[in-house]
Antibody
Framework: EVRLLESGGGLVQPGGSLRLSCAAS????????MNWVRQAPGKGLEWVSG????????YYTDSVKGRFTVSRDNSKNTLYLQMNSLRAEDTAVFFC??????????????WGLGTMVTVSS | QSALTQPRSVSGSPGQSVTISCAGT?????????VSWYQHHPGKAPKLMIY???KRPSGVPDRFSGSKSGNTASLTISGLQAEDEADYYC??????????FGGGTKVTV
């Protein structure tokens, strides 16, 4: 069964850091772009970041550039998102999403259930 | 990176058809044949319904169809069923490695 399971969310103060993980199973992890998509409370979906299958190519939405770092460990079938300098507006459910293709695209065929990140003092 | 524009809500009776529009620009929806649509029941994982404007993944009923004209894409749900009540998001690939979602449309049956 193809599955994605996020972890690492929680409550963090503004300016703090958090690392999210996404454990993948049921497919050849290294063959696909992996992504993070978030949903702030009462808001819509927002693509945050993507990473190529080898980990060499990374992509970010403008609002997180310089603060968030995406990475992957293909030996562990795990995707990560290191989030630094967190702001209140980063409060959201963060979903891990498998890309449909090897290159970055807008097609996400498998999603996890998400992990909640709350940035508040 | 501006979001694509969708209506906040649409509604229809069981058996009817509804169409959700998704307005972008010549740098995303209008330029690429890369529009996808996602169904999201709150608290659950989003589900891919349409990709590459018109393609349906295996398992998605043919009641769901996609189209595009110029800078605007559309999702049509024919023969509405109660389980179709959900939030729907369009998504496009854009210039300079951008991926942009619409603001979402709540479908009420």
């Amino acid at each position: 069964e193809v599955r994605l399971l996020e972890s690492g969310g929680g409550l963090v103060q503004p300016g703090g850091s958090l690392r999210l993980s996404c454990a993948a199973s049921g497919f050849t992890f290294s063959s696909y772009v992996m992504n993070w998509v978030r949903q702030a409370p009462g808001k819509g979906l927002e693509w945050v970041s993507g990473i190529g299958g080898s980990g060499d190519n990374t992509y970010y939405t403008d609002s997180v550039k310089g603060r968030f770092t995406v990475s992957r460990d293909n030996s562990k079938n795990t995707l990560y998102l290191q989030m630094n300098s967190l702001r209140a507006e980063d409060t959201a459910v963060f979903f891990c999403a498998k890309g449909f293709r090897y290159q970055l695209s807008n097609v996400f065929d498998i999603w996890g259930l998400g992990t909640m990140v709350t940035v508040s003092s | 990176q501006s979001a694509l524009t969708q209506p906040r809500s649409v509604s229809g009776s069981p058996g009817q058809s509804v169409t959700i529009s998704c307005a972008g620009t010549s740098s995303d929806v209008g330029f690429y044949t890369y529009v996808s649509w996602y169904q999201h029941h709150p608290g659950k994982a989003p589900k891919l319904m349409i990709y590459d404007v018109t393609k349906r993944p295996s398992g998605v009923p043919d009641r769901f169809s996609g189209s595009k004209s110029g800078n605007t894409a559309s999702l049509t749900i024919s023969g509405l069923q109660a389980e179709d009540e959900a939030d729907y998001y369009c998504c496009s690939y854009g210039n300079n490695y951008r991926v942009v979602f619409g603001g979402g449309t709540k479908v009420t049956v």
